[in-house]
């Protein structure tokens, strides 16, 4: 059976889960504490030592979150059929990742007051680049979604990425950084609704 290796929390595994759910394709949800991934770490488990993984059903196993992604889009019929609107899914998703890297180095610094330093520069300056870039996209479409006129696998990254900024639970990151943008607002309730529930186990 086909597994996807991640965390308990949303993270890089979110849209991926997300996009295997609604395409109804069988896999097994691997969530490992930080202790499991240690140990399983040092026997060489992992590619790049990094999750989120998928184990495809030979065992093979494969890393990297968007290489994942858009394997999990594939598979859930997800993928535009266009030849530009796929380009536009793979290049948002290339896009987000950069501004998901920057969150991420935030959140591997120890030292406190570097930590609140950087998620000021997060705050003011990259994440409301960020915003601007998927307002610019949804205003484009004029369809509610960033890419054609269907939910695709950009719109559940960006979704998880934004919903981890504002959720409150990152120090320093203002949880109504988008109050002000009503586009986003309806944007992130559309993916919210689109989004399948986990299927009870
Ligand atoms: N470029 C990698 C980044 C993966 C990554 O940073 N994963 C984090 C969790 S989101 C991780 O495995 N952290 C464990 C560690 O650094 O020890 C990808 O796209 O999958």
Redesign the pocket.
Known sequence: MLRLI??PWA???AAIRDCLWLGGVAFEDVRLSVAE??NA?STGAFP?????VLELESGARI????T?LRWAARKAGLTPRDELEALQVESLLDMI?DYA?RL?VTI?ESDPKVRLHQRAALAERWMPELYGHLEKQLDGTGSGWLVGSALSAADLKAYHLLSKLTDGSLDGMPSDALEGSATLQGWLSRVREARPCPPTR
């Open positions: 991640y965390f993270g890089r595994g991934f240690r770490r790049f030592d990094l999750l989120p890393g990297q979150n968007n994942i990742e890297m991420s591997r």
